[in-house]
Nanobody, 114 residues
Framework: QVQLVESGGGLVQPGGSLRLSCAAS????????LGWYRQTPGKQRELVAR?????VTSYADSVKGRFTISKNNANVYLQMNNLSPEDTAVYYC??????????WGQGTQVTVSS
């Protein structure tokens, strides 16, 4: 498994932007899927965006056209534009590799409010 540390969360006004970063403790080049999830109190953690080892991306319908996931050898990023209060949540980075399972970061809070 890999240690993941998220950063970049904070308070932003509606319509604003944030860029989340996820730093890995080792190379994540060979991981099968890297993703961002989010969770609000009382709700299940939900997938926001993910990217495969080959670079194929997919997004939750609620963030399509606003969020962009990207990666390099040691980091995963989530560019979030045109944020709305409904995007308020704790955002978690995830790395999955066959045979090893999931690794999770500790989460970073994103609050969208005026």
């Amino acid at each position: 498994q890999v240690q993941l540390v998220e950063s970049g969360g904070g308070l932003v006004q509606p319509g604003g932007s944030l860029r989340l970063s996820c730093a890995a403790s080792k190379s994540i080049f060979s991981f099968d899927i890297l993703g961002w999830y989010r969770q609000t109190p009382g709700k299940q953690r939900e997938l926001v965006a993910r990217v495969t080892r080959l670079g194929v991306t997919s997004y939750a319908d609620s963030v399509k056209g606003r969020f962009t996931i990207s990666k390099n050898n040691a980091n995963v990023y989530l560019q979030m534009n045109n944020l709305s209060p409904e995007d308020t949540a704790v955002y978690y980075c995830n790395a999955f590799r066959l045979g090893e399972g999931d690794s999770w970061g500790q989460g970073t809070q994103v609050t969208v409010s005026s």
